[in-house]
């Protein structure tokens, strides 16, 4: 252990340092996929949209944290998000699409699947895998 972490303690991890250009590439080419899917505004888009941000978010995870499942990689990055209320909305959006895949007959509102989206581009954003 160097003496800078045993003055300051660890050191945070690099919020976008182990994301390439090529990942933040295809997380770009994704969410234009996933804004389409929204823009036609039925029930169906909406879950596929969400599905597949949670999808991109977890890509993301596993460039910048650890773990076998993707709560755990998220668990491990809380650390990675500048806000804690950015790290919890995500939290709270993968709730929402484990519910939609795994709860039969779970049909949330469309804004909260549309919240859900959102709550992941503000995370990705955050986490430097898509542009401001």
Known sequence: M??????FGKPKRSRAGALSGADRELIKREWLEIA?????????????????????????????STGETMGERLKNAEKSFSDYAIYDQLWKAHKVR???VHETGFEPPHYALENAVQQIRVGLKDIGALRR
């Open 2 to 7: 160097g003496i800078f972490s045993l003055l």
């Open 36 to 64: 389409q899917l929204l823009k036609l505004g039925d029930p169906s888009g909406r879950k596929e949209a969400l599905i597949r941000a949670d999808k991109a978010l977890d890509l993301v995870l596993r460039r910048v």
């Open 98 to 100: 484990n519910a939609l």
